[in-house]
């Protein structure tokens, strides 16, 4: 049985372009990548013109926490913010507030309230 020409090319409906599911993610590490890049070569050839110019390389060596245990301080205070956002956002969308703004809003603002006390308690202990 031979079906009627008006079927025959069904399925070939849709033009023939790159899926949007594919084209997004790799845009998306194509922007970080290039972002990165542009990035780093930059901070490397005014390092180099710097030197150049009799710039002490010393001057570009970061200051290190390294066995003061701030990183470790700041991570968890920012970890601590998101439970407690997770906590607030549950409360909220129970409350009749819709449900994913109650959520990111709340681990927004504990986590970034996180943040900013690990900023403030970090003057502090520098103090010290």
């Given at each position: 049985?031979?079906?009627?020409?008006?079927?025959?090319?069904?399925y070939?409906?849709?033009?023939?372009?790159?899926?949007?599911?594919i084209?997004?993610?790799?845009?998306?590490?194509a922007?970080i990548?290039?972002?990165l890049?542009?990035?780093?070569t930059?901070?490397?050839?005014?390092?180099?013109?710097?030197?150049?110019?009799?710039?002490?390389?010393?001057?570009?060596?970061?200051?290190s926490?390294?066995?003061?245990?701030?990183?470790?301080?700041?991570?968890?205070?920012?970890l601590?913010?998101?439970?407690?956002?997770?906590?607030?956002?549950?409360?909220?969308?129970?409350?009749?507030?819709?449900?994913?703004?109650?959520y990111?809003?709340?681990i927004?603002?504990?986590?970034?309230?996180?943040?900013?006390?690990?900023?403030?308690l970090?003057g502090?202990?520098?103090k010290k």
């Amino acid at each position: 049985m031979r079906h009627s020409s008006k079927f025959k090319n069904e399925y070939h409906l849709k033009p023939n372009i790159m899926h949007v599911e594919i084209l997004v993610p790799l845009a998306f590490f194509a922007l970080i990548f290039g972002s990165l890049y542009v990035h780093l070569t930059t901070r490397n050839k005014e390092r180099l013109a710097l030197i150049a110019n009799g710039a002490n390389p010393e001057l570009f060596k970061s200051k290190s926490y390294a066995g003061s245990g701030y990183g470790t301080f700041k991570i968890g205070l920012f970890l601590i913010g998101i439970a407690f956002g997770i906590v607030a956002g549950y409360f909220l969308s129970q409350g009749g507030m819709d449900e994913v703004a109650s959520y990111f809003s709340m681990i927004f603002l504990f986590g970034g309230i996180g943040l900013v006390l690990s900023f403030l308690l970090q003057g502090k202990f520098e103090k010290k």
